[in-house]
């Protein structure tokens, strides 16, 4: 049932604008100037609290990286596109990357290419970072709650796919 349900979502349920608002989450090329740009205002600009909150989370960052790439190695699970031909939505390329926002995604099956391109699915790179993000908006900023909300839309993108692939697929090693 959780392979029919990621191929109705992968490939008939499908939207122009989610399309390109869920690649567009997901891709930490652009929005790294902006988390980059915050930083180092905060640690020019900011007082202790700003500081002390970059300096908190560059460090967990840091070893929350580490970690995650450790579990990627010892779970090793492959994803969707590593085992089957599926449905992929990609940015095109633009400089700055965020103008890639602008134009039409690209949308294509994956094929024989895609599947040493990328590394293990789980756990995911993508919300441990933003959970760990949104642990130290939280943690140190009266409105930090609301960075869930990005945390939730990345963890959504992958929930289906990591289930898929950890119920459906991991046999086919």
Same mark, same amino acid.
């Given at each position: 049932?959780?392979?029919?349900?990621? $191929? /109705?979502?992968?490939? @008939?349920?499908?939207?122009?604008?989610?399309?390109?608002?869920?690649?567009?989450?997901?891709?930490?090329?652009?929005?790294?100037?902006?988390?980059?740009?915050?930083?180092? &205002?905060? #640690?020019?600009?900011?007082?202790?609290?700003?500081?002390?909150?970059?300096?908190? /989370?560059?460090?967990? #960052?840091?070893?929350?990286?580490?970690?995650?790439?450790? #579990? !990627?190695?010892?779970?090793?699970?492959?994803? =969707?596109?590593?085992?089957?031909?599926?449905?992929?939505? @990609?940015?095109?390329?633009?400089? =700055?990357?965020? *103008?890639? /926002?602008?134009? !039409?995604?690209?949308? %294509?099956?994956?094929?024989?290419?895609?599947?040493?391109?990328?590394?293990?699915?789980? =756990?995911?790179?993508?919300?441990?970072?933003?959970?760990?993000?949104?642990?130290?908006?939280? #943690?140190?900023?009266? /409105?930090?709650?609301?960075?869930?909300?990005?945390?939730?839309?990345?963890?959504?993108?992958?929930? *289906?796919? !990591? %289930?898929?692939?950890? $119920?459906?697929? &991991?046999?086919? %090693?």
């Amino acid at each position: 049932m959780d392979q029919s349900l990621f $191929h /109705l979502i992968n490939q @008939q349920w499908t939207s122009p604008f989610l399309d390109l608002f869920m690649a567009a989450v997901s891709d930490a090329d652009i929005w790294r100037p902006l988390f980059v740009g915050v930083g180092v &205002s905060a #640690l020019l600009f900011g007082g202790f609290k700003a500081r002390a909150f970059v300096v908190c /989370l560059v460090l967990s #960052l840091l070893i929350g990286g580490l970690v995650t790439s450790a #579990l !990627k190695s010892a779970v090793d699970r492959r994803r =969707p596109k590593q085992v089957e031909s599926v449905r992929m939505v @990609q940015l095109q390329k633009a400089r =700055p990357k965020f *103008l890639a /926002l602008f134009n !039409k995604p690209i949308i %294509r099956f994956s094929d024989s290419s895609d599947r040493s391109r990328s590394g293990p699915s789980f =756990p995911s790179g993508h919300v441990a970072t933003n959970t760990i993000i949104a642990v130290f908006c939280t #943690l140190f900023f009266r /409105l930090g709650w609301l960075y869930w909300l990005v945390t939730a839309a990345v963890g959504s993108r992958l929930t *289906l796919a !990591k %289930r898929c692939t950890r $119920h459906c697929f &991991s046999r086919h %090693r």
